[in-house]
């Protein structure tokens, strides 16, 4: 159960980090252009 408790932790880590991405600190990037959006929408 550890193993894949530790599996699905790096999923989340990766969608995450891509969400970092599309919506960097501190400004945020774009979070109002549509296509973005979806992007981000689709990531989670």
Do not use: H, R, W
Not at 21 to 33: D, I, S, V
């Amino acid at each position: 159960m550890l193993l894949e408790a530790s599996e699905q932790y790096d999923v989340v880590n990766q969608q995450f980090s891509m969400l970092a991405e599309l919506f960097p600190a501190p400004t945020g990037g774009e979070p109002n252009n549509s296509e973005i959006a979806k992007k981000g929408i689709t990531i989670m």
